[in-house]
């Protein structure tokens, strides 16, 4: 399992940006993160956690629909970093984001980071 640290949530007005960052423990060898899939998930009280961003381990991405256009997910394989960049920001896009890794069956999750954004 990763050891995985979210940062990067605040409080912004709508149409705003932030950028999320989920580094992962300098204790993963490196080939393991790069051959990890991650992932971002969001929650809001009440509601399950939901699939917001995907990175393969083979370079490509995938977004979910109400967040294409908007969100890019990419990592940084030499500095064990995944990153979520979020343009055009709506108030429905507040949640608590969690960075999510899965390498070979092995699962790991950070402790989230909030992301407020004002109706």
């Known amino acids: 399992q990763m050891q995985l640290t979210e940062s990067g949530g605040g409080l912004v007005q709508p149409g705003g940006s932030l950028r999320l960052s989920c580094v992962v423990s300098?204790?993963?060898?490196?080939?393991?993160?790069?051959?990890?899939?991650m992932a971002w998930y969001r929650q809001v009280p009440g509601k399950e956690r939901e699939l917001v961003a995907t990175s393969f381990s083979g370079g490509k991405a995938d977004l979910v629909d109400s967040v294409k256009g908007r969100f890019t997910i990419s990592r940084d394989n030499a500095k064990r970093t995944l990153y979520l960049q979020m343009n055009n920001l709506r108030p429905e896009d507040t949640a608590v984001y969690y960075c999510?890794?899965?390498?070979?069956?092995?699962?790991?999750w950070g402790q989230g980071t909030q992301v407020t954004v004002p109706g």
């Open positions: 300098r204790r993963t060898i490196l080939s393991t993160f790069t051959g990890a899939l």
């Open positions: 999510h890794s899965n390498s070979f069956g092995a699962l790991s």
